[in-house]
């Protein structure tokens, strides 16, 4: 599950900074998630850059122009998107996790791994850090530690959405589909607006997945 964010210069929009001008990268961007969602990667790029163009250190919209790339097949140009976004902001959940995805694709998974565990070295305490590294136990196929990599993720915050969801996928991995629909609609509860989640509990319904029933 791959995440744009479409409300990358809200913040910045209601502080009242230079209002106008984040009220067109606020648009800009806006559209672009619009596009993206609907497949017109390129296009969706252009606006993007449009956006850029106004704020250019704004991690959120590098790390959109990454996803951009990533979906086109340009992975040298995504990676340097991804580089961009963390610089600004080394905690960027999304970008740890596309980036990770991205230097496995490039067959790079030591470096992948490798800047995952220095990120958990730097951040102990922080959940997402926990879940990308379940996040790589289950991609390694070590399916019960990456189990309680992401219950450890939980204990640290038990809304993690990116915990919830990663865990929500080891227990489809799992055949315990069950499991997952009660995590998924946890998420849906917190965030409507998570469109893959959504999508996800609309197969489980489709196929009569049902939450499990008490012992």
Known sequence: MRYLYPLAVLGCCLAGC?????ERVHEYNA??????????YPEAQETFQAALALKPDDAGLL??????????GNLQQAERYYNDCLKHDANHVPCRFARAALLLQMGRR???????????????????AFALDG??????????????????????DPRNQRALIELGLLYEAM???????????????????Q?????RLKEFKATGIAKPQPD
């Not at 230079?18 to 984040?22: I, Q, S, T, V």
């Not at 559209?31 to 017109?40: E, W």
């Not at 959109?64 to 086109?72: D, K, S, T, V």
């Not at 030591?110 to 959940?127: I, V």
């Open 18 to 22: 230079n209002a106008p001008r984040d």
């Open 31 to 40: 559209d672009g998630v619009h596009l993206f969602a609907h497949g017109a």
């Open 63 to 72: 790390y959109n122009l990454g996803e951009c790339c990533h979906r086109q």
């Open 110 to 128: 030591a470096e992948a791994e490798r800047s995952a565990q220095d990120w958990l070295q730097a951040e102990p305490k922080n959940a997402n």
């Open 135 to 156: 996040w790589f136990l289950h991609q390694a196929g070590d399916l019960p530690q990456a189990q309680a990599r992401l219950q450890q993720a939980l204990e640290l």
């Open 175 to 193: 055949q315990r589909p069950e499991r997952a629909l009660v995590l998924y609609e946890r998420i849906a509860a917190d965030d409507p607006g």
């Open 195 to 199: 469109q893959e989640v959504a999508k």
